[in-house]
């Protein structure tokens, strides 16, 4: 796919499914083999938000594609998932400042082709803290393995790019598939609010009515048809 070559230009990069099963996982192996096959002098590194690459879904108990590695990739884990690796790699740092939900972040260099499960900070700041450490090792792309419900994690001020994954798992019907993929696109384009100050009040307690409302007149701006997702009656937006 031609999208590959523009992928060599940024420095950070997040994939993110909009549902389970939309096939954030497979994209990111293609991602990987196709920098690894076409671009072997571009340097790649991989981290998560959350844990990610588990040969089983922990909640639908379904079967999942597992995360294979190039030779070559830097990547971090928990420990404990290091240890229980499937790939030959050598450990090159540890991380105590920002960790992972199972402990130690773990820096390591895969040696060969394998499986690993990865697993990365929870916080805006535990990922931009390992996107500088990568360019420090002047680590050319750093691939962010990411999931809908925490985007925010994955936004414009955190990578440079964005590749998002969606499919029939989402929707079945493809005009409600369209249009709500092409909603999330719209919202990722948004710009950063530009007081942080209002932004952060808006979370207090006594202004949550406030954030409600903004949130659905978003909705019904953004998201839903008039007359199909909501009425006008006397003025008033009935849901």
Known sequence: MPFISGLTQLRSLSIVGMAKNTGKTECLNYVLRRLWEEYPQVSLALTSIGIDGECRDQVTQTDKPEICLPPGTLFVTAEKFYR???????????????TTSLGRAIYAK?????????????????LKHIIRKMRDRDIDLTIIDGA???????????SEGMILATGAA???????????????????????????????NLADAENLEIQHNIILALRAHNLMFRDQDYIVKDDEVLI
Do not use: C, M, W
């Not at 895969?110 to 535990?126: C, D, E, F, H, M």
């Open 84 to 98: 229980n690796k499937l790939v030959a790699a050598e450990v090159v740092g540890i991380d105590e400042q920002y």
């Open 110 to 126: 895969s040696k060969g082709t394998g499986k690993v499960l990865i697993a990365g900070p929870a916080s805006t700041g535990g």
């Open 148 to 158: 809908l419900s925490r985007i925010s994690l994955a936004a414009p001020s955190v």
């Open 170 to 200: 989402y929707s079945v019907q493809p005009e409600e598939l369209i249009r709500k993929t092409h909603h999330l696109y719209r919202l990722i384009q948004l710009p950063e609010f530009p007081s942080r100050a209002i932004a952060e």
